[in-house]
């Protein structure tokens, strides 16, 4: 998978980077469907969720900080589901999400957006910068109740991805991927039982 390509359906960025790789149901990456497996492909993801414009931002690899944000990705991800499913985060991941807020809100600039609101912001040339935004990002979800309480995550084999389910309605993140899987799954399962019936 890569940055270019992968689909943005989360809803929030740090929805989004949760889902720059397929997950299995013990929170662990799916290596062979991972955007962020090469040296320069946070950047690249960077400007692909728009956080860093085009042609700026460090393309040289920065390889410590590509291990940081894989670290942050499933730390992120267990406390966000369990946060939204009304369980007990675990403690080691709410460790990390706080210091590296910490770390995040010390680096950044309080910046205006475009909007009128006020957002911390950091320079495109920090290589934190997708990882302090994610961050940000994520403990802002996590303040909200009403937007946390709608973070689903997709139950299609070995997809694990998040999003914000505003409709309550949509169970798959895609219809046309996990949705079309689980239908044909269970036409085979009607077939085989009629078959053997
Ligand atoms: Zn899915």
């Not at 109740?145 to 084999?157: D, K, M, Q, Y």
Request: aromatic share 6%.
């Amino acid at each position: 998978m890569q940055p270019e390509t992968i689909k943005l359906m989360g809803g929030a960025l740090c929805l989004d980077f949760a889902n720059s790789t397929d997950w299995t149901a013990e929170n662990e990456s799916i290596e062979v469907e991972d955007a962020l497996l090469e040296s320069d492909s946070l950047v690249r993801w960077g400007r692909r969720v728009g956080l860093i414009a085009a042609g700026s931002g460090r393309d040289g690899a920065i390889a410590a900080e590509l291990a940081a944000a894989r670290e942050l990705r499933p730390a992120l991800r267990g406390v966000l589901i369990a946060a939204a499913h009304g369980d007990a985060p675990p403690g080691a991941a709410v460790d990390l999400l706080t210091r590296t807020y910490a770390e995040a809100a010390a680096a950044a600039r309080l910046t205006p957006r475009g909007d009128g609101a006020y957002v911390l912001d950091w320079p495109d040339d920090d290589p934190r910068k997708v990882r302090f935004a994610v961050v940000a990002d994520a403990i802002a979800l996590l303040a909200d109740a009403p937007r946390l309480v709608r973070v689903h995550v997709c139950p299609g084999r070995d997809c694990g991805w998040l999003f914000l389910n505003t409709s309550g309605r949509q169970r798959w993140c895609s219809m046309a991927t996990c949705g079309s899987r689980a239908k044909m799954r269970a036409m085979y399962a009607r077939r085989r039982a009629e078959a053997s019936s």
